[in-house]
């Protein structure tokens, strides 16, 4: 279950910053990141961001990656997109959502339904260029009425 920005309680630490899509190469698939600046190390730390679909209001807990004496090393904090580049985290997640969007036209029907799993039923669009067909509205209802 996401955690809301709004859930953490006074004296959590929360960094936040900007979104970036890292794109795939060779040896890795593409990624989100997010860079938060740091208030004691006066630096920023790099952390992978999220899962589909990506949310922009949403905290996730982090290991710290500060540098030793800083307050937040042992017990780390929580990240988050910066409201104040709304528009660029926004586009960034849409780059990332794209890139996984072409994956699932790419595998077969197996992977693409772990994928959507998180993001309730497949659109008929995905369900039809894998082959399969979408299910009928009405279909739990079948054979109950006239
Ligand atoms: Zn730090």
């Given at each position: 279950?996401?955690?809301?920005?709004r859930a953490l309680k006074p004296g959590q630490a929360?960094?936040?910053?900007?979104?970036?899509?890292?794109?795939?190469?060779?040896?890795?698939?593409?990624?989100?990141?997010?860079?938060?600046?740091?208030?004691?190390?006066?630096?920023?730390?790099?952390?992978?961001?999220?899962?589909?679909?990506?949310?922009?209001?949403?905290?996730?807990?982090?290991?710290?990656?500060?540098?030793?004496?800083?307050?937040?090393?042992?017990?780390?904090?929580?990240?988050?997109?910066?409201?104040?580049?709304?528009?660029?985290?926004?586009?960034?997640?849409?780059?990332?959502?794209?890139?996984?969007?072409?994956?699932?036209?790419?595998?077969?029907?197996?992977?693409?339904?772990?994928?959507?799993?998180?993001?309730?039923?497949?659109?008929?669009?995905?369900?039809?260029?894998?082959?399969?067909?979408?299910?009928?509205?009405?279909?739990?209802?079948?054979?109950?009425?006239p």
């Amino acid at each position: 279950m996401p955690l809301r920005r709004r859930a953490l309680k006074p004296g959590q630490a929360l960094l936040v910053g900007r979104l970036d899509f890292a794109p795939a190469t060779r040896t890795r698939d593409a990624e989100l990141r997010l860079s938060v600046w740091c208030p004691y190390c006066r630096r920023e730390h790099e952390h992978g961001w999220g899962d589909p679909p990506f949310r922009l209001d949403v905290v996730e807990h982090r290991t710290a990656h500060c540098s030793p004496g800083s307050p937040l090393a042992r017990d780390g904090y929580f990240i988050g997109a910066d409201p104040s580049h709304e528009e660029h985290n926004r586009d960034q997640a849409k780059k990332m959502k794209a890139w996984l969007a072409k994956q699932l036209t790419q595998q077969g029907p197996h992977e693409a339904c772990i994928a959507v799993v998180n993001e309730g039923p497949p659109s008929a669009a995905l369900l039809s260029s894998l082959g399969l067909e979408p299910a009928e509205p009405n279909a739990s209802r079948e054979g109950g009425e006239p």
